[in-house]
């Protein structure tokens, strides 16, 4: 079954210290990863893509890795801030079928001052 | 700000009643996307659009429906709410041939609380 697993669900971290979000899928076959960021009460925004060939890519403190053999991803924030509080949602991308896109449940981050 | 126009921002209504949501997709998007989110709940895929086609349904009640109109614009109907209906209502849409690149752009939803 086609399915897209967040850990943490939710997660407090004082402000300035790195954290790490995770996400396994079993979705086949598989195209892409990509991590959106969700404000509460705002739509998603696409933070970064991880494609096949992909290992790790860096979009300003935010830093994404792919382990396509494992099927593992990884978010990891470096010296947050509060405006990183958001849910964080990991969404695999299918090759076939009509509907390709596979929502994890998201982790909720809460930075503290 | 997206580019993805939503309205109504925020809706309250009663239960058995019917009510439209709207969507305005990006300048040149074809696709059109409509998800649910009830409260502390991930985002719950219901129905794509493509060119005014649908072209793929998730979970989405059969007292809800939804359109494409030849400008592209899209509206769910929902029907017979529920007290469980209260969600927000979020549009995305994407670019043509980007379907593989799981690139959505959302909209600010639609927040109906149902009473």
């Known amino acids: 079954k086609n399915q897209v697993e967040q850990s943490p669900q939710s997660l407090i971290i004082l402000e300035g210290k790195n954290c790490t979000l995770q996400c396994n899928y079993t979705v086949s076959p598989f195209s892409n990863l990509r991590w959106y960021k969700q404000d509460t009460g705002r739509g998603p925004v696409s933070l970064t893509i991880?494609?096949?060939?992909?290992n790790t890519k860096s979009n300003g403190r935010y830093t994404a890795t792919l382990d396509a053999d494992t099927k593992q991803s990884s978010l990891h924030i470096t010296a947050s801030q509060l405006s990183d509080s958001a849910s964080y949602i990991c969404?695999?991308?299918?090759?076939?079928?009509?509907?390709?896109?596979?929502f994890g449940s998201g982790t909720r981050l809460l930075v503290r001052p | 700000d997206s580019g993805v126009t939503q309205t109504p921002k925020h809706l309250i209504t009663a239960t058995g009643q019917r009510v439209t949501l709207r969507c305005s997709p990006r300048?040149?998007?074809?696709?059109v996307y409509w998800y649910q989110q009830s409260l502390d709940q991930g985002l719950q895929f219901l129905i794509h659009y493509y060119n005014g086609e649908e072209r793929a349904k998730g979970n989405i009640l059969e007292r809800f429906s939804a359109q494409q109109f030849p400008d592209l614009h899209s509206e769910l109907n929902l029907s017979s709410l529920e007290l469980g209906d209260s969600a927000l209502y979020f549009c995305a849409s994407s670019r043509p041939g980007q379907a593989n690149t799981g690139e959505l752009f959302f909209g600010e939803g639609s927040r109906l609380t149902v009473l």
């Open positions: 991880m494609t096949f060939s992909e």
């Open positions: 969404v695999v991308i299918r090759m076939d079928s009509s509907y390709k896109l596979i």
């Open positions: 300048s040149g998007d074809l696709s």
